[in-house]
Nanobody, 123 residues
Framework: QVQLAESGGGLVQAGGSLRLSCANSGRTSSRGAMAWFRQAPNKPREFVAANAWSGGSVAYADSVKGRFTLSRDGMYEVNLQMDSLKSEDTAVYYC?????????????????WGQGTQVTVSS
């Protein structure tokens, strides 16, 4: 059974940085996609970034492109470096994974989810 656990959230001032990590204690395909989504209060869950497999290209939402960097540490961990944070980045951030090696920006395409970690950016 795949189990994802996020860490690294917290409170930061606008312009600051945070690094989120997601550890996968289970087993997925070596080419399974892993992704980050976020959900702000009263808003739908939105795509942030995803990577098809270790070493592959990364897809980013336009709102975070140039500020966030996804990196994958083998098949079992994915990180999200968030720089130049803005107040609109405030949300619960979720790690997600799927068993096939295709990136999707649709949350429904991902089978496995972490519990989420809160990121709050003060202006």
């Amino acid at each position: 059974q795949v189990q994802l656990a996020e860490s690294g959230g917290g409170l930061v001032q606008a312009g600051g940085s945070l690094r989120l990590s997601c550890a996968n204690s289970g087993r997925t395909s070596s080419r399974g996609a892993m992704a980050w989504f976020r959900q702000a209060p009263n808003k739908p869950r939105e795509f942030v970034a995803a990577n098809a497999w270790s070493g592959g290209s990364v897809a980013y939402a336009d709102s975070v492109k140039g500020r966030f960097t996804l990196s994958r540490d083998g098949m079992y961990e994915v990180n999200l470096q968030m720089d130049s944070l803005k107040s609109e980045d405030t949300a619960v951030y979720y790690c997600a994974a799927r068993d096939i090696g295709l990136v999707s920006r649709n949350a429904a395409a991902y089978t496995y989810w972490g519990q989420g970690t809160q990121v709050t950016v003060s202006s």
